[in-house]
């Protein structure tokens, strides 16, 4: 289940890379906790987030809660970036608004079979 998780959150992933901008960046994208520059970040969610979830960290070898908090966060971020960009994510047919009905979808049957 993690592989297909992970498979997933290859489009947040992509969105992301794409919104921050590295060229100012003295970590060049590397998230450093400890440090100041990255505390007070614009970027900060996105560096986080690709600093524990980029495809050379092994998701594999997180747990499924670890892996689901993951892919929720993603979600919230897609699905705010939409709404802040004026998309009604539920009848929007743009890539973000899709991703996040599917991610939403995806999500719900999961936390079903989990219940049963």
């Not at 290859?10 to 994208?29: F, K, N, T, V, W």
């Not at 440090?35 to 980029?54: A, H, M, P, V």
């Not at 070898?61 to 892919?71: N, T």
Request: net charge negative; with cysteine; glycine share 4%.
């Amino acid at each position: 289940m993690n592989e297909t998780i992970i498979e997933i959150l290859s489009y947040p992933r992509a969105l992301m890379h794409q919104y921050i901008e590295l060229e100012d960046c003295a970590h060049a994208g590397h998230y450093a906790a400890k440090e100041k520059e990255c505390q007070r970040c614009d970027y900060e969610f996105e560096c986080q987030w690709l600093f524990g979830n980029d495809e050379c960290v092994a998701l594999e070898q997180k747990s499924s809660e670890a892996v689901a908090c993951s892919f929720e966060s993603a979600i919230a971020y897609v699905e705010g970036m939409s709404i802040l960009n004026g998309h009604d994510t539920h009848r929007c047919t743009c890539d973000n608004c899709t991703w996040t009905r599917d991610a939403l979808l995806f999500i719900g049957e999961l936390k079903c079979r989990q219940m049963r």
